[in-house]
């Protein structure tokens, strides 16, 4: 996972379930409808909404781990 762009309560609480930048991601699946979607991270399946999603940004390890050390930077 690189970043999570949502409003700061639903980012504050993606992270401390555990979508942190540079964490491993993988879409287990997303429902018929669309809502919820399944992740697997962290040993553990966590379900999140489709708006909820909509703003976690995933990408390679190595881009992850560069956004993470940018932003320890700044």
Known sequence: M???ACPRGVARRLME???LPGTRVRVVRVAPLGDPIELRLRGYSL???RREAAGVR??????????????AIS
Do not use: N, Q
């Open 2 to 4: 690189v970043d999570v």
């Open 17 to 19: 379930m555990g979508l």
């Open 47 to 49: 379900s999140i909404r």
């Open 58 to 71: 995933l990408g390679d390890v190595r881009e992850a781990a560069a956004v993470a050390a940018a932003e």
